[in-house]
């Protein structure tokens, strides 16, 4: 769709106003737009697609492992919600209640999440410890009716994302289990998404409504805020003993297993788009990028079929990658080098009468604009190593990013002082709840995002209270 | 999971209750269950497992075809439906709506379908015949609020299905794609899920609301009831000019484009059940099977090892299917041969002492329970042919109960004695919607559900009321 917006490239630079920059290149590049409802989102295809890729790479690996996919009610019962306290809290404000569904003789909520509907059925299927461990996956969309303002896949009333819900004989293995889905999100945003993240552990005030444990992956983005990538929660046995879960153990007796609970969301997208693209709009890492190559023939009327039939023979060595081959007319080459530009197309290859002459075609990386002649014998072993090159550059520079991006910080005025030079900093803290809020209130904003795995031996004061520090947690504003 | 009731096997005879048979062998098989949420059902990893086949089928058909998946909202605004007369009229009683979305200044209903939200889009991204044909499909949940009682995959308040949407120049273009999008039907019905199906177009009075033309896969149950399997429509330019979709043209005019949509649902597993199961439970098309081999090893203790090492090699040949080794203890043969029947599993191996040493397997159908010795050596071959015979051998047997089913008539005495004897009757008919009813009415409950598209040149008289026959067209009751 060439809708003449989109010639006009990105109107507002990145240093001038990051939300509206990355409004509109989410927007130009075709990833999605607002709908004409009001908090709600449209994917639009070149949106879409990354999500097929995401959810390609990780159905594979959960798959491998042992996760079956499932699909649970839209609507969720009043009462079910009740069953578990803390969760019953944390998502009423959220729920979004359908009118008829009192003609039933209950209140119906859609989802928000799907604990309550799911550990209904569970209690129905799990009898023995041979039933155990059941591992259930869901890819769907859930409804939390936000207030604040829509941001296109950051924050929207409705969003597409995957569900785990898992149960265990053992706590052991549930905690183990809901460490290695975190790994695996590790793995979806830094192997295929190419944004680098921090993995750690939630402080209770920030923890999952009803877990026990909250693990997370934490990202850092280039306006300075951090952005939750993906959650996996230890529930413990909470949820079990309120939906009433139990089996006959080995040792012949009945208990509650203990289950865990792991997702990510469309949301990856937003973090994904942020971190990597510039004022000339999306940049995307080969990879999660539904349109790798963009194949622009350079020609006149009198060379036209010569250079198309050589554009097609480009095209078809490169059968493994997902390619165009912008042959429109009507548009000059430069138009097109825009559009496949604002759309993230990794690799453009332009190949004109002298590169025809030459043997050669010429490759134009989108990350770094760097140009190259490749011979044509040579293209697809180049298309190769380029894309292995970018993918690895473009998460080294994001990690660079993050890594400058840290500070530490024992004590409350440099704490402040890094804060406002948009830091993720690593702070001693005494872990409550109130000293938590009130360094909200004290910053305007920031809150803890991560308390990582490795851990000093020895933890200074609490910035806030000048208490005995618990552990080291990463502060920061966050999306 | 293995729950003392699976051991139990259909309670109930296809004979006896044909409804509760149905319900048995779904729920036994482990495809779906009731949910506690009244009119709701719950995908089990086996059922979903069968939805992800047909998506992978079909997906990779339209995307080949140049069609593209995208994402709308849930909810749609009362007054988008507004817009099309005849579509929010059709619609209108199976709406759930929101509380809480009056906040808004508006009334939302979740979708139970999509046309509305994405043609409001539609009128934004259209410009020009450059942006033509659009061809973008969703895979998504929609919410029906049936009254009747729920069945599984058949009728419930929320199925998961595709819609397909696209925009054209042309009606010639629009009617072809949408014939094109049904032919595509028929093969996800016949070659995956072997269910034969009629194709044809469906009466003005059973045609899609707000459709010029509605396009239909028609199949016919064990039970003597026809099931709408699929359909495709021609929507004319009534959405385009409800929602103000318009582009210039080569002629350099603005004008209205052409729409087709086209959708099938869960409910595509409900008739594969139907068609294909038996006494024993489930029987799934080898192409269909989320599970598609289960070796059953034989051993007493002292052969436990070298039977276990062999069936394991087994598994390892047949890398190329889905492939269970039920290897596991304190379950007899007999039983783990009932559970892998009611899951439908097509092909079972059973190797055992006896077969080690004559090296050999034995080879046993799901389908018609006939067993085979196979050479250990010819085991990857001899599957590759036995699924290739089972899934002709089952869509022919399907076939066959299709053909035997249709009947014609062309006078009512004929048509209501045909009818009784549960066939699908093929009947002049006048095409007035008065007339369609009255004959609902006289017959208890037989609706039109398919005109075929080959038609003979002379029609006879209207089997109801004896005006000149319009075209012919299959009645029988339905699903």
């Known amino acids: 769709m060439a809708n003449k917006e989109d010639t006009l490239g990105i109107a507002v630079k990145m240093e001038q106003d990051f939300p509206e920059w990355y ?13 004409t409802i009001k908090g709600f989102m449209v994917i639009r295809p070149h949106g879409y ?17 042992g996760v079956k996919n499932a699909y649970f009610p839209l609507l969720i019962p009043e009462s079910f919600f009740k069953k578990e306290a803390e969760h019953a809290e944390g998502f009423a404000p959220e729920l979004a209640w359908i009118e008829k569904s009192e003609d039933d003789g209950e209140r119906y909520a859609v989802r928000p999440t799907s604990e309550t509907i799911m550990y209904d059925s569970y209690s129905r299927w799990i009898r023995s ?55 695996q999100y590790r793995k979806v945003a830094e192997e295929l998404l190419a944004v680098p993240v921090i993995l750690g552990k939630k402080t209770d005030k920030e923890k999952f409504a009803g877990a026990k444990t909250t693990y997370s992956i934490e990202a850092f983005m280039p306006d300075g805020k951090a952005l939750q990538m993906g959650t996996s929660h230890n529930l413990g046995q909470n949820f079990a003993k309120a939906f009433k879960i139990s089996f006959l153990g080995r040792d012949e007796k009945q208990q509650a297993p203990w289950q865990n609970s792991w997702g990510f969301s469309t949301r990856l997208i937003g973090a994904m788009v942020m971190t990597h693209s510039d004022d000339k709009g999306l940049v995307l890492p080969p990879k999660a990028a539904p349109i790798q190559i963009a194949i622009v023939p350079i020609f006149r009327k009198e060379d036209k079929d010569s250079i198309l039939k050589k554009a097609d023979e480009i095209k078809n060595s490169l059968k493994k990658y997902s390619v165009v081959l912008d042959g429109r007319e009507g548009y000059t080459p430069g138009w097109k080098y825009n559009e496949w530009e604002l759309k993230g197309v990794p690799l453009r290859v332009e ?19 760097k140009k190259e002649f490749v011979p044509l014998k ?29 500070a ?13 030079s948009k830091k ?11 000293c938590e809020e009130q360094i909200k209130e004290n910053t305007g904003g920031a809150t803890s995002r ?5 851990q000093p031996e020895n933890i200074g004061e609490c910035v806030q209270c000048g208490k005995k520090g618990k552990f080291m947690v990463y502060f920061a504003k966050a999306y």
Request: glycine content about 6%; overall charge negative; aromatic content about 12%.
């Open 49 to 65: 697609a990354i999500w097929e890729r995401i959810q390609a790479y990780f159905d594979g690996i959960i798959k491998k492992h």
């Open 351 to 369: 190949i004109g009468p002298k590169d025809l002459e030459k043997k050669q075609a010429v490759f134009v990386r989108r990350d770094n604009g």
């Open 424 to 434: 993720l900093v690593l702070v001693p803290f005494c872990g409550s709840g109130p």
């Open 129 to 183: 410890w041979r039933d155990l461990p059941l591992l259930i996956n869901q890819w769907c969309n859930v409804l939390r009716w936000e207030v604040k303002q829509t941001k296109l896949f950051l924050r929207s009333r409705e969003f597409l994302w995957q569900e785990g819900h898992c149960v265990y004989e053992t706590e052991e293995e549930c905690d183990k289990e809901a460490r290695y889905y975190l790994e």
């Open 408 to 420: 530490e910080a024992s004590d409350w005025k440099s704490f402040e002082k890094e804060l406002k």
């Open 378 to 406: 040579d293209i697809e072993a180049k298309a190769k190593e380029t894309f292995d090159l970018m993918q690895g550059d473009m998460l080294n520079k994001a990690k660079k990013f993050l890594d400058e991006s840290i």
């Open 450 to 454: 991560v308390i990582p795995f490795e």
């Open 23 to 35: 409004n509109e290149v989410v927007i130009k590049g075709g990833l999605a737009e607002h709908s």
